[in-house]
Protein backbone atom coordinates (compact mmCIF):
# COMPACT_ATOMS: atom_id res chain seq x y z
CA UNK A 1 0.00 0.00 0.00
CA UNK A 2 1.48 3.33 -1.09
CA UNK A 3 1.52 6.14 1.79
CA UNK A 4 1.85 9.96 1.65
CA UNK A 5 5.77 10.70 3.12
CA UNK A 6 4.15 13.64 4.87
CA UNK A 7 1.11 12.53 6.10
CA UNK A 8 0.94 8.62 5.82
CA UNK A 9 -2.38 9.24 3.95
CA UNK A 10 -3.18 6.03 2.00
CA UNK A 11 -5.82 8.44 0.05
CA UNK A 12 -2.84 9.27 -2.53
CA UNK A 13 -3.22 9.12 -6.45
CA UNK A 14 -0.73 9.03 -9.17
CA UNK A 15 0.41 12.95 -10.43
CA UNK A 16 1.42 14.10 -14.06
CA UNK A 17 4.49 14.89 -14.64
CA UNK A 18 5.52 18.25 -14.63
CA UNK A 19 8.43 18.92 -16.90
CA UNK A 20 11.56 17.17 -18.94
CA UNK A 21 13.45 16.22 -15.95
CA UNK A 22 10.63 14.41 -13.72
CA UNK A 23 9.59 12.54 -17.74
CA UNK A 24 13.40 11.61 -17.43
CA UNK A 25 13.03 10.54 -13.82
CA UNK A 26 9.72 8.51 -15.18
CA UNK A 27 12.20 6.49 -17.21
CA UNK A 28 13.67 5.06 -14.21
CA UNK A 29 10.31 3.83 -13.08
CA UNK A 30 10.13 6.46 -10.89
CA UNK A 31 6.17 7.57 -10.46
CA UNK A 32 4.99 10.90 -8.62
CA UNK A 33 2.11 10.57 -6.50
CA UNK A 34 -0.23 13.23 -4.90
CA UNK A 35 -1.65 13.01 -1.16
CA UNK A 36 -5.49 14.08 -1.63
CA UNK A 37 -5.44 14.83 2.04
CA UNK A 38 -2.62 17.17 2.84
CA UNK A 39 -1.44 17.89 -0.78
CA UNK A 40 1.88 16.25 -0.35
CA UNK A 41 3.56 15.47 -4.06
CA UNK A 42 6.73 13.30 -5.08
CA UNK A 43 7.96 9.95 -6.00
CA UNK A 44 7.29 7.01 -2.92
CA UNK A 45 9.65 4.19 -3.74
CA UNK A 46 7.71 1.44 -1.39
CA UNK A 47 6.05 1.24 1.46
CA UNK A 48 7.37 3.86 4.23
CA UNK A 49 11.02 3.48 3.58
CA UNK A 50 11.77 7.19 2.22
CA UNK A 51 15.43 7.54 3.56
CA UNK A 52 18.23 9.51 3.38
CA UNK A 53 19.90 6.88 0.89
CA UNK A 54 16.90 7.57 -1.12
CA UNK A 55 17.54 11.17 -1.21
CA UNK A 56 20.84 11.49 -2.37
CA UNK A 57 19.69 8.82 -5.25
CA UNK A 58 17.03 11.41 -6.22
CA UNK A 59 19.83 13.87 -6.79
CA UNK A 60 22.12 11.32 -8.12
CA UNK A 61 19.32 10.93 -11.12
CA UNK A 62 18.61 14.74 -11.14
CA UNK A 63 22.29 15.10 -11.80
CA UNK A 64 22.13 12.76 -14.14
CA UNK A 65 18.81 14.05 -16.07
CA UNK A 66 20.78 17.05 -16.33
CA UNK A 67 24.13 15.69 -17.65
CA UNK A 68 21.50 13.69 -20.38
CA UNK A 69 19.99 17.10 -21.12
CA UNK A 70 23.20 18.81 -21.91
CA UNK A 71 24.64 16.62 -24.26
CA UNK A 72 21.20 16.64 -26.17
CA UNK A 73 21.59 20.50 -26.26
CA UNK A 74 25.35 20.02 -27.39
CA UNK A 75 24.69 17.22 -30.05
CA UNK A 76 21.99 19.67 -31.78
CA UNK A 77 24.23 22.38 -31.53
CA UNK A 78 26.88 21.00 -33.64
CA UNK A 79 24.70 18.77 -35.97
CA UNK A 80 23.58 22.76 -36.86
CA UNK A 81 26.95 24.20 -36.85
CA UNK A 82 28.10 21.80 -39.57
ZN1 LIG B 1 -0.39 13.59 2.94
Request: glycine fraction near 2%; hydrophobic fraction near 45%.
Amino acid sequence: MKQCLRCSSVNIRRSHTRNLSERILKLFFRKYYRCIDCDWRGIIKTKASFTRCYAKEYIFLQIIAVIIIIIIIYLIISFLCK
